[in-house]
């Protein structure tokens, strides 16, 4: 793994090696269908990016490639992801400073990640940065629904930005399109709950 960064207190530092046991359930539900639906959309024989990595619950839907990197900020989530596979490069990166050349990559990848990341703004930024035009950046990713579920997000976000550190109301497609990302594909599940965000790095 390359380390990149001093050790930092995160929450997921600590809860790394429970992760995969937490999700286990909603994996089983309906996560991994997700996330086989998503990574499904990346390119062929291509060079995948995918930021909050975590502990590589991803790594299993990966087409066929030419170089994956999986990057994140916590390195006990990289530790955990780098007994999955051996066929990524593991890099302890945040995703608002990536340590990335210009327009290296063909596509990238981030699922649950945005509700943890401070400033989307930067990462997105960053994405359109390293992902070279007309690449796609793929994004599931829990979100604030519409309607009244919307107010009952924001109520439970006063309490898990405060103890976990995640914004349980993004909005992360207005995000995008705010980051001028090109959203080419969204669908919304479990209520709008759920986002599958397909974008186009216009850059
Ligand atoms: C809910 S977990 C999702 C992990 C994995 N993507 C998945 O789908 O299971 C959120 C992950 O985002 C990472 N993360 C949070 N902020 C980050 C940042 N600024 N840069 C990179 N990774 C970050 C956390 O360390 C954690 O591994």
């Avoid at 999955?84 to 608002?96: C, G, H, N, P, Y």
């Amino acid at each position: 793994m390359i380390n990149l960064m001093k050790s930092h207190f995160l929450v997921y530092d600590k809860f790394a090696k429970k992760y995969d046991k937490f999700l286990l359930p909603a994996e089983q539900k309906f996560l991994a269908k997700w996330r086989r639906e998503a990574l499904g959309l990346l390119p062929e024989n291509a060079k995948i990016l995918e930021i909050g990595a975590g502990t590589g619950l991803n790594f299993q839907f990966y087409p066929t490639s030419r170089l994956l990197v999986a990057s994140d900020i916590s390195r006990n989530m990289l530790l955990q992801a780098s007994e999955k596979s051996k066929d990524f490069l593991l890099v302890q990166a945040d995703a608002e400073n990536l340590p990335f050349e210009d327009k290296y990559f063909d596509a990238a990848v981030a699922t649950l990640v945005f509700c943890s990341i401070r400033s989307p703004h930067k990462a997105f930024n960053e994405l359109k940065r390293v992902v070279k035009k007309d690449g796609d950046i793929i994004f599931l990713e829990h979100v604030r629904p519409e309607g009244f579920l919307g107010y009952l997000f924001d109520l439970i976000n006063f309490f898990t930005e405060r103890l976990f550190q995640d914004c349980f109301n993004r909005q992360t497609a207005k995000l995008a399109v705010e980051a001028d990302l090109e959203i080419t594909k969204l669908s919304k599940k479990a209520f709008g709950i759920f986002n599958l965000i397909v974008c186009k790095n216009k850059d």
